[in-house]
């Protein structure tokens, strides 16, 4: 499967951004866990959010209230919306998937499949 993240920029304090995800290369996108995960300059790689095949969620205790995740199995797309932005969610967002079948994991070695990230910078 290949990951496709788009949706960042640069946006100011207080604002929202939708984040995609789009996966291709696989008929079985349904029973894949996604993970969205930031790297922030100078800081290593975290997870934020992940969503199972049977749409259970989880976040990081920094994003929660402010981050929501969702899929679309029709769409091949798991979408990640981030409400009221602050300048500490800046960083390069990637999403990731494990194997099929497997559970979502807040181990970012338990994700196989990474697309290329969309930068997000929140600032003034």
């Known amino acids: 499967v290949q990951l496709q993240a788009s949706g960042g920029g640069l946006v100011q304090p207080g604002n929202s951004l939708r984040l995609s995800c789009v996966a291709s290369?696989?008929?079985?996108?349904?029973?894949?866990?996604i993970g969205w995960f930031r790297q922030a300059p100078g800081k290593e790689r975290e997870r934020v959010s992940c969503?199972?095949?049977?749409?259970?969620?989880g976040y990081a205790d920094s994003v929660k209230g402010r981050f929501t995740i969702s899929r679309d199995n029709d769409k091949n797309t798991v979408t990640l919306q981030i409400d009221t932005l602050k300048p500490d969610d800046t960083g390069v967002y990637y999403c990731?998937?494990?194997?099929?079948?497997?559970?979502?994991?807040?181990?970012?070695?338990?994700?196989?499949?990474w697309g290329p990230g969309t930068l997000v910078t929140v600032s003034s």
């Open positions: 290369g696989s008929s079985d996108f349904d029973y894949y866990a």
């Open positions: 990731a998937a494990r194997r099929p079948g497997y559970r979502t994991s807040t181990d970012i070695s338990d994700y196989r499949y």
């Open positions: 969503i199972s095949s049977s749409h259970s969620t």
